[in-house]
């Protein structure tokens, strides 16, 4: 299951996603979205965990919860749109 994690504070970085989404199960990836110029977090991230019972027990528990001042959203990733090529 892909999750998407938003309002995320700057600070936390793939090792700390990682030890939050661990209490619910396994997690095979996480991914911090970083400005391209900047190399400084957009704000959000993606956790893959290869359970999607574990991943949905994540999102409820994780969804709302306060972090490091900040109120988490997690959901499930929506599929990538497709763009047009620049």
Same mark, same amino acid.
């Given at each position: 299951?892909?999750?998407?994690?938003?309002?995320?504070?700057?600070?936390?970085?793939?090792?700390?996603?990682? *030890?939050?989404?661990?209490?619910?199960?396994?997690?095979?990836?996480?991914?911090?979205?970083?400005?391209?110029?900047? +190399?400084?977090?957009?704000?959000?991230?993606?956790?893959?965990?290869?359970?999607? #019972? #574990?991943?949905?027990?994540?999102?409820?528990?994780?969804?709302?919860? *306060?972090?490091? +001042?900040?109120?988490?959203?997690?959901? *499930?990733?929506?599929?990538?749109?497709?763009?047009?090529?620049?």
């Amino acid at each position: 299951m892909n999750i998407y994690v938003g309002n995320m504070s700057y600070e936390l970085d793939e090792s700390g996603l990682t *030890e939050l989404f661990s209490q619910y199960g396994e997690v095979s990836s996480a991914r911090v979205i970083a400005d391209r110029s900047t +190399g400084r977090s957009k704000g959000f991230a993606f956790v893959e965990m290869p359970n999607d #019972e #574990e991943g949905k027990k994540a999102i409820e528990g994780l969804d709302g919860a *306060e972090h490091k +001042g900040r109120n988490l959203r997690i959901n *499930e990733a929506r599929p990538r749109e497709e763009r047009p090529p620049r």
